[in-house]
């Protein structure tokens, strides 16, 4: 195992070894032989999003990628329930957010049979509630279906739910739990665990409709220094940091909000903190020290990747002389799911909640007249993409007839969130649908000038690299890996190219006047700011609250059938020096 140092103190694995547990940091100078020396296991889970089973609702089939990697709860249990079992070892489990969206069966209920109206108990309580977890800490996701559902899945949780950064505006007091500190017998002496939660301050950009003038989102570093003491004051031995934000240090919006991922400088900057687990970005991390700048202790970091297809396993040895307790050694792996088989009793707690969701998304919506595919929509204009802008462009114009923007040519923005959808020819079903609008996103719009426009689209253009004219054009390495495929959005109803050649800021070619006004068919995430995109986040001229993905299901089931022809216009190519890439 090689470290490297850097000028912030920060120590970091080799990426030859980023996902083997690394060496660990023991302290310095022999134990004393009147010490006892104890065990303690922290086991971590993050970014489930709504997943149970190991199951791929959008193919209707086991889950499975290119890597066999497995996801669910019911994996997870398994690899926890090995551990708990393994004789002398004292174990906590806690979960890092991002657990009631992201699966068909988490979207049901709570938008098909949602448990504000039916008093059923979520599937992703039943789940963890079976496992047993320690205390779990508020996702960004948590918040995507507003505040009453989320309050009543935090009811259903047999453990609590942690967010000390997100305060009641009105009270100005925490809105949910800030931390717990748990009991621990060992031998014949008690452990305190502090266990502080942090959840993701772009709740207040990215679900700004449920959270504005409700609830604010502070600084986790800030809020971590304003805890710890507490916790440390309140008999806490040891402090962990279960916190919803990656170990970047960057942020997806701009600097009117904290930090998006600040894990490693909450571990540099505050002092008394042990471990972090933390989640958000869905990297696998695991194993990461950092320095602490205050007191040169090492705060052990890690990630256990996304939908259940890692767990996390902190192990610290601990000795207890004259009262108090020191750790001696602590070490972190990720341990995968996929060695598993899924634990019978999670499986059975949500087996027909599951079924129920199977048949919902197997429901065919319409006939299609050819396969349309989007595994080409990040670099050529496809019929699939356009079907979502002509749904949220005739949405729109039909809202708008009659107000004084019915004159205005209506535009709408659209991403590749998916680069494995498909509509079969024959048959499509709410599956299909689902696996191409794979988020729980609105329907907005704003007006925005030409000027506008192509200022959106410059900045949406920096997904591409640049290559100039002549150079092999590769569809796999096209784009810049540090920009996602969400945060690329191309728009129907106006015609431009990508100039690839040029650089980023100078790449759009597109005929429209400066102070030319159009209507902009847009999701909320986006227009609330998500993604940093400039000059979309403005007052809505249209807002009904209206799911995209219902809004494509619904748009199908009404005609019976989906040709390209009635939607496919080809407005847009990637370009160098004017000529197609591809």
């Known amino acids: 195992m090689t470290f490297q140092l850097t000028r912030r103190g920060v120590l970091a694995a080799s990426a030859a070894t980023a996902a083997a547990a690394a060496a660990p940091f023991t302290v310095s100078g022999p134990v004393t032989a009147g010490a006892r020396t104890f065990k303690l296991s922290v086991l971590g889970t993050s970014d489930t999003h709504g997943n149970v089973y190991n199951w791929d609702y959008y193919s209707d089939a086991e889950y499975d990628d290119s890597a066999h990697n497995d996801v669910g709860v019911a994996k997870l249990a398994a690899l926890v329930n090995q551990i708990r079992a393994e004789r002398g070892v004292t174990t906590l489990v806690l979960d890092a957010g991002d657990t009631i969206q992201g699966t068909p069966l988490a979207t049901y209920y709570a938008k098909q049979e949602p448990i504000t109206e039916t008093g059923a108990k979520h599937p992703m309580a039943k789940a963890m509630n079976v496992l047993h977890y320690d205390a779990v800490t508020l996702g960004n996701h948590e918040f995507n279906y507003g505040l009453p559902l989320l309050n009543l899945w935090i009811r259903q949780l047999g453990f609590p739910a942690l967010a000390a950064n997100a305060v009641n505006v009105a009270t100005g007091r925490p809105a949910f ?132 297809q890692r767990l996390t396993r902190m192990d610290f040895t601990l000795t207890r002389e004259r009262g ?111 696996g191409l609008y794979i988020y729980d996103n609105t329907l907005e719009a704003v007006v925005l000038t030409g000027a506008e426009v192509k200022a959106y689209l410059e900045y949406s253009a920096k997904y591409f690299v640049t290559l ?54 847009v999701n909320n995430y986006r227009r609330s700011g998500g993604g940093n995109f400039p000059g979309i986040v403005k007052t809505q001229v249209y807002n009904a609250q209206q799911e995209i993905r219902q809004l494509l299901i619904d748009w199908a089931q009404e005609r019976g059938a989906i040709d390209p022809a009635d939607f496919f216009v080809p407005n847009w190519r990637l370009t160098r020096a004017g000529e197609p890439v591809f």
Do not use: C
């Open 177 to 308: 739990r800030p931390y717990t500190i748990k009991k621990l017998t060992l031998g014949n002496t008690t452990l305190r665990v502090g266990i502080l939660g942090l959840t993701n301050p772009g709740v207040a950009i990215w679900d700004r409709a449920v959270v504005e003038g409700v609830l604010r989102f502070d600084d986790l570093v800030a809020t971590a220094a304003k805890y710890v003491p507490i916790m440390r004051r309140n008999g806490a031995d040891i402090v962990l940091i279960s916190a919803h934000g990656g170990d970047s240090g960057t942020s997806s919006y701009g600097p009117e909000l904290p930090v998006e991922n600040p894990s490693a400088l909450i571990a540099e900057q505050v002092p008394g903190i042990d471990a972090i687990l933390f989640g958000h970005a869905h990297n696998e991390v695991a194993q990461r020290f950092v320095t602490n700048t205050a007191t040169g202790a090492q705060v052990l970091l890690s990630e256990p990747s996304k939908w259940g």
């Open 468 to 521: 100039a004219p002549g150079a092999p054009a590769d569809p796999a390495t096209i784009s810049d890996p540090a920009v996602p495929d969400y945060n690329y959005d191309t728009i129907s109803g106006i015609a431009y190219d990508i100039d690839i050649s040029k650089p980023v800021g100078s790449r759009i070619v597109i005929d429209v006047a400066r102070d030319a006004r159009f209507v902009v068919a």
């Open 324 to 434: 108090r307790w020191t750790i001696t050694d602590k070490r972190a792996a990720t341990l995968n799911t996929n060695t598993v088989a899924e634990d019978p009793e999670v499986v059975k707690a949500v087996r027909r909640q599951h079924a129920t969701t199977v048949a919902y998304v197997n429901q065919v919506v319409a006939t299609s007249t050819v396969e349309l595919s989007a595994a080409e929509s990040r670099y050529k204009d496809t019929p699939i993409l356009d079907y979502i802008n002509k749904v949220q462009t005739d949405t729109v114009t039909s809202a708008l007839a009659g107000t004084e923007y019915a004159g205005l040519p209506v535009l709408s923005i659209a991403a590749p969130f998916s680069r494995t959808a498909v509509f079969p020819q024959g048959d499509v079903k709410i599956k299909d649908v689902a």
